[in-house]
Each structure stands twice: as structure tokens, then as C-alpha cells.
């Protein structure tokens, strides 16, 4: 059984349709790219996923469970979690900070109590998960940085970390490589597989073609608000309707 199945999904803003019947499936431990030129639809369709939007028609299956027009904490709470395009971070706080900030779901805490200390035995569990999630990452040694002293790379890689501080099933990547050069780009798409190799199925939104020929196993492109190509990598690089979406033309 597909982990998300987005059942002829529309969503519309008025007069404007921004997503239009749109379907597809993914199964649990792919990696799936969600592609298209600007203004296809991706990011309204993350928003309508993770619950910040909810469809005009259509449903949202999430192993099994209909979630269209749910909240996007109640999302988070069944295990559909997001980033998000501009790194969100606390940037004064530590990198240590910020990822127990991501555990007050797990903990059922909440954020402030968990910060302040005002459970105990809840704030030993957000620490103790805050410690394997930042090794996990690769950023024990950087616990105690705020988070605005880190370079792109590693603020991205925090993000994530942010994100998996709350043990997601689901995990929604908005554009995680954008501006980064080769080696961080390397360096992320080496993260990305160990994140779902840990169990996680993800759902990436990406221009860099680079990343997403190399980590997805299979990939849907939107344009104009619905579906234009679903396969392969190699099925959607010689698509000639991909083709010309992208580049106005072979």
C-alpha cells in the first residue's frame, strides 16, 4: 500500500486554479521528486500535503488515512513533516536548541516548557533524542554554534535535523539544495539517502536536476498545475513533453 496517494487533488484561489486533478502514489521508502518549471504547482501542492492548504477537491491519503483539510500540526503529529524553501531556524539559538525545539511533538511538551526545564523527565527524553539526531546528521561538534554562525550547508543540514527531531514517517523536502555549490550539494544528497535509509520515505521539491536525476528512484512533474510525466529518471529526461516544458522546445 502507497504510504501518500494524492487523489485528484484541485485546489483553487479564486478565479485561479494552482493545482488541477492532480494524482499520484508513493511508496514507503522512495524518494520521490516532485519537479516542474515555476508556477507548476509544486509548492501548493507541499502546503496542501502537509495541511497548510486545504484542497478544493481531491483527497490526501496517508497510509490509508484520509488527511485532506487536516492542520498541519495534526499533520505533524501523524508523521507528515516539512521544510521549507528559506532555511527556518532560530537564529539565535544553538544548534542544540534548535533541534529540541523540533522534539516537543515527540515529547508532548511543550516548546517552552521543554526549553525552560519545566518537565524534567520530558526534557531528558527531547535531550537524549536531540543528541542522536545531531550525530545522525553529523553535527554533534557544532551543538553549541548558533545557529546563525553556520555556513548554508550546515544550516540546511539543521533544518533536516529540526525536522527528524520529530520522527517523521513523511518527510516533505522544499528545495533543499538551492544556492549551494557542488560539494555542499554532494554532501546533502549524501545526507538525503541516510535519511531514508533510517526509514524515512521522502518527497523532494528541487530545480537542481543534478540532485534530483541522482537520489530519486522516481519522479512526478507538474506544469501548470497538473500533472505533465510520471517515471523513471531516464523516462523523464528523454520525455520530449518535459523537454519542451523545461526548455520551450528539444
Same mark, same amino acid.
Given at each position: 500500500m502507497a504510504l501518500l496517494e494524492v487523489r485528484n487533488v484541485t485546489k483553487q484561489f479564486g478565479g485561479l486554479t494552482a493545482l488541477n486533478d492532480v494524482s499520484f502514489a508513493v511508496k514507503p521508502g522512495e524518494i520521490r521528486g516532485l519537479i516542474g518549471p515555476n508556477g507548476a504547482g509544486k509548492s501548493t501542492m507541499f502546503k496542501t500535503i502537509a495541511g497548510f492548504y486545504t484542497p478544493t477537491r481531491g483527497d490526501i491519503l496517508f497510509s490509508g488515512t484520509n488527511i485532506a483539510g487536516s492542520t498541519a500540526y495534526a499533520n505533524a503529529a501523524r508523521?507528515?513533516?516539512?521544510?521549507?524553501? %528559506?532555511? =527556518?531556524?532560530?537564529?539565535?539559538?544553538?544548534?542544540? %536548541?534548535?533541534?529540541?525545539?523540533?522534539?516537543?511533538? &515527540?515529547?508532548?511538551?511543550?516548546?517552552?516548557?521543554?526549553?525552560?526545564?519545566?518537565? $524534567?523527565? /520530558? &526534557? $531528558?527524553?527531547? %535531550?537524549?533524542?536531540?543528541?542522536?539526531?545531531? %550525530?545522525?546528521?553529523?553535527?554533534? +561538534?557544532r551543538r553549541d554554534q548558533l545557529a546563525k554562525e553556520? #555556513?548554508? +550547508?550546515?544550516? &540546511?543540514?539543521?533544518?533536516?535535523?529540526?525536522?527528524?527531531?520529530? =520522527? #517523521? /514517517?513523511?518527510l516533505l523536502m522544499d528545495e533543499p539544495f538551492a544556492g549551494m555549490n557542488p560539494e555542499e550539494t554532494e554532501h546533502m544528497m549524501g545526507l538525503t539517502r541516510k535519511v531514508r535509509s533510517s526509514g524515512v520515505t521522502i518527497v523532494l521539491v528541487e530545480h537542481d536536476m543534478r540532485a534530483v536525476m541522482g537520489l530519486c528512484e522516481y519522479i512526478t512533474v507538474l506544469n501548470f498545475g497538473s500533472v505533465l510525466a510520471q517515471g523513471t529518471p531516464a523516462e523523464v529526461r528523454n520525455n520530449d513533453r518535459v523537454i519542451e516544458a523545461y526548455l520551450g522546445g528539444a
Amino acid at each position: 500500500m502507497a504510504l501518500l496517494e494524492v487523489r485528484n487533488v484541485t485546489k483553487q484561489f479564486g478565479g485561479l486554479t494552482a493545482l488541477n486533478d492532480v494524482s499520484f502514489a508513493v511508496k514507503p521508502g522512495e524518494i520521490r521528486g516532485l519537479i516542474g518549471p515555476n508556477g507548476a504547482g509544486k509548492s501548493t501542492m507541499f502546503k496542501t500535503i502537509a495541511g497548510f492548504y486545504t484542497p478544493t477537491r481531491g483527497d490526501i491519503l496517508f497510509s490509508g488515512t484520509n488527511i485532506a483539510g487536516s492542520t498541519a500540526y495534526a499533520n505533524a503529529a501523524r508523521g507528515v513533516v516539512r521544510t521549507f524553501q %528559506e532555511t =527556518t531556524l532560530f537564529q539565535e539559538m544553538s544548534v542544540f %536548541e534548535n533541534v529540541l525545539v523540533g522534539c516537543h511533538l &515527540r515529547a508532548r511538551s511543550g516548546v517552552f516548557s521543554a526549553l525552560l526545564g519545566m518537565d $524534567r523527565d /520530558k &526534557r $531528558r527524553e527531547a %535531550e537524549t533524542r536531540t543528541a542522536e539526531v545531531l %550525530e545522525f546528521m553529523g553535527l554533534a +561538534g557544532r551543538r553549541d554554534q548558533l545557529a546563525k554562525e553556520l #555556513p548554508l +550547508g550546515s544550516q &540546511r543540514a539543521l533544518a533536516i535535523a529540526v525536522a527528524l527531531a520529530a =520522527t #517523521p /514517517k513523511l518527510l516533505l523536502m522544499d528545495e533543499p539544495f538551492a544556492g549551494m555549490n557542488p560539494e555542499e550539494t554532494e554532501h546533502m544528497m549524501g545526507l538525503t539517502r541516510k535519511v531514508r535509509s533510517s526509514g524515512v520515505t521522502i518527497v523532494l521539491v528541487e530545480h537542481d536536476m543534478r540532485a534530483v536525476m541522482g537520489l530519486c528512484e522516481y519522479i512526478t512533474v507538474l506544469n501548470f498545475g497538473s500533472v505533465l510525466a510520471q517515471g523513471t529518471p531516464a523516462e523523464v529526461r528523454n520525455n520530449d513533453r518535459v523537454i519542451e516544458a523545461y526548455l520551450g522546445g528539444a
